[in-house]
């Protein structure tokens, strides 16, 4: 029987490794599909079946591994690979049977988190034309603009710096999936704020 | 002829088949008239659920959600019809894969089989509520091996392996069928309210020669069938059968079979010795 227990003891142990990988991690902030509310409320009420995931067109929501800890098996969105590209009908929370997504008529109701611009990568902000993510930004003059001015020192060269209106965004994240710059990305989604678990 | 083993292993591959079905039939999943996993799912737009995963999130997030309750009573009240644990047997891909496990372990005739309570699973189900509920997180979903095991097919490889590998070794090495018998929370949610299903798995007490030979293939547990051989009841009466059908298909006497459960106990009083029934276990 000691070959049983040393077996039972192994067993456990995958067992308690998993659970603990899980704990671990606690939860992380991601970007989430739109209509998510809370990151608790998320949390709790996401039943993980993954059918945003299979309503999603553009194939942009992942399920979330032990990674993400208590979020395992929850939906995110990597922007820089595939963004939320906000479909007029939002399969992903008519998909969602729980209301974790939900609350959405309009492009303009999501609010998965807030693009931030880092001026020192961002080439605009260095004298050159860029402006992609002003073109490419679905709520153009309005979450993004373009802020221009004279380069300073310079008589003949203008800055069109693109401006974030973090009441307008809703961060859907075109714009760092566009982004020509890389290492670092020059504008990136922050998830909305995620609550402290517990 | 194992009839009810070949009925079986065909659903089984249907249910696979209909929940890869979104993978090869189109473009976008969400677009096909079956997707989802086994939490929730959608079948021409009626949606279904997972009643204890249902549970779960309605005590995790203190908040009703109607719709959602709604379609996890659909699939509830299906189970509750025809009998609870038919969803382990007939549905459940983790006992799918169990199966397959089991028989590779029966070739092995000296490993251990450590028996434990059969009501564990039911106390796992209340323990997994009681988690949810103070943890605010519906903890189940993120274990389950068949959630688990549903995300892997669909999602991409690597998600809770570890508690697949260990429930595979537990059933291989320490226990037959351990989990699914003893310790599956969803197997204890179905099998309390398995009692009240109507499809039985019947006896004939004149045909049966108490050889027990379905007690030797019973997929639940060997005792549940004591009571209908020793003559008690016509029937199987404990909420864990999951009318897998193995004892039928094993009996060389015809003395089983599923039907309808009879609303009064037939009269069977036929008073049979002792040395014929039950004593010879």
Known sequence: ?198 | MKKWLIIRKLVQFLVLLLFLSPLFLVEVAGTNFFYGSLSSSEVFGIRLSDPLGALSVTLAAKKVVWSFIFSASIVFLFYFLISGRVFCSWVCPVNTFLEFIDSIRKRFKKLPDVHFNLNTKKYIAILILFLSFIGRVPIFELISPISNTIRNLLFGWGMGLYIIFAIVLFDFFISKRGWCRYFCPVGGFYSTIGKAGQFRVKIDNEKCISCMQCKKVCFSHPSILDPAINGEYSYVTSGDCSLCGACIDTCTHKALSIGLRPYKQKEQQIQIPNEVKGEKL
């Open chain 1, 1 to 198: 029987m000691k070959g049983l227990g040393m077996l039972k003891t192994v067993i456990g142990g995958l067992a308690a490794y998993e659970l603990l990988k899980l704990l671990k991690v606690g939860s992380k902030q991601v970007l989430r599909p739109p209509g998510a509310g809370d990151e608790d409320e998320f949390l709790a009420l996401c039943t993980r079946c993954g059918k945003c995931n299979l309503a999603c067109p553009y194939k942009s929501i992942h399920m979330g591994t032990s990674d993400l800890g208590l979020g395992l098996g929850t939906p995110f969105i990597n922007a820089r690979e595939s963004p939320c590209w906000l479909c007029e009908d939002f399969p992903c929370v008519e998909a969602c049977p729980t209301t974790a997504l939900s609350g959405i008529k309009k492009r303009r109701d999501v609010e998965m988190g807030v693009a931030v611009i880092d001026k020192k990568a961002c080439i605009s902000y260095q004298g050159m034309r860029c402006e992609v993510c002003y073109r490419e930004c679905p709520l153009i003059d309005e979450a993004i603009k373009l802020d221009i001015y004279l380069k300073p020192d310079d008589a003949t060269h203008a800055i069109f710096g693109p401006v974030i209106d973090p009441e307008k965004c809703v961060g859907c994240g075109i714009c760092e999936h566009k982004c020509v710059v890389n290492n670092p990305v020059a504008i990136k989604v922050e998830p909305r704020k995620a609550g402290g678990l517990f």
